[in-house]
């Protein structure tokens, strides 16, 4: 079974700095997708960063970028120039094509932002 | 586009009642997977559907079960409600089932078993 850990609970970042969000995950398979997930306080899920495992490249989306490791199964999410809309739960989550749609997501990390 | 909708947003029944919760897809989407997510267990998988067929089921007992509509919206039904059942239900909907669709979530069903 495949499993995703965040280790860190609660992290905080100044904002305009830049913070990274740990994901470590272990898997049988060779083919998969791994995401980073936002859930401020209204609980809508959105999705942040998606790497496909195939890829080499790490994936960025304007301020956030990720460091893909795969040998390693570590994922970390890195959000530059941090915004006080940046706070909320960050969840990584994993996928494959043997399960469809299924995403198991790790623990979370709850991210605060000072001004 | 709509997102994705789910209703009732907010409910509270009693041990033993049963619940039925709805998900409206984003039109066009064809495939709904449902999540349960609570402080002690994080957010798990319950079920997806992808054009009226269960694809996949996680680890949940038989008290919850699932249905789609040939119109792709879905429900979820938990019988026999227990108290641990309180948590917040999420439904997230995808063109098609696999690789290369993103998932779109709804804004969640807050059950609350008294």
């Known amino acids: 079974a495949q499993t995703v850990t965040q280790s860190q609970p609660e992290m905080s970042v100044q904002e305009a700095e830049t913070v990274t969000l740990s994901c470590t995950y272990d898997t049988s398979e060779s083919d998969y997708y791994l995401f980073w997930y936002k859930q401020p306080p209204s609980r809508q899920m959105i999705l942040v960063i998606r790497?496909?495992?195939?890829?080499?490249q790490n994936a960025t989306e304007n301020r956030f970028s990720v460091n893909f490791q795969k040998a390693a199964k570590s994922f970390s999410l890195k959000i530059s120039d941090s915004q006080l809309g940046d706070a909320a739960m960050y969840f990584c989550?994993?996928?494959?094509?043997?399960?469809?749609?299924?995403?198991?997501f790790g623990g979370g990390t709850r991210l605060m932002v000072k001004p | 586009k709509a997102g994705v909708t789910q209703t009732p947003r907010y409910l509270i029944k009693t041990r033993g009642q049963q619940v039925t919760l709805s998900c409206s897809p984003i039109?066009?989407?064809?495939?709904v997977s449902w999540y349960q997510q609570t402080p002690g267990q994080g957010l798990q998988f319950l079920f997806e559907y992808f054009s009226e067929t269960q694809r996949n089921k996680g680890n949940f007992p038989g008290r919850f079960s699932g249905r789609q509509f040939s119109n792709s919206r879905s429900e979820m039904n938990v019988s026999t409600l227990e108290l641990g059942d309180s948590a917040l239900y999420l439904c997230?909907?995808?063109?098609?089932?696999?690789?290369?669709?993103?998932?779109?979530f709804g804004p969640g069903t807050r059950l609350t078993v008294t």
């Open positions: 039109s066009g989407h064809r495939s």
């Open positions: 790497q496909e495992a195939y890829k080499q």
């Open positions: 989550a994993y996928s494959n094509n043997n399960a469809g749609n299924m995403l198991t």
């Open positions: 997230a909907s995808s063109l098609v089932a696999g690789r290369d669709y993103e998932q779109y």
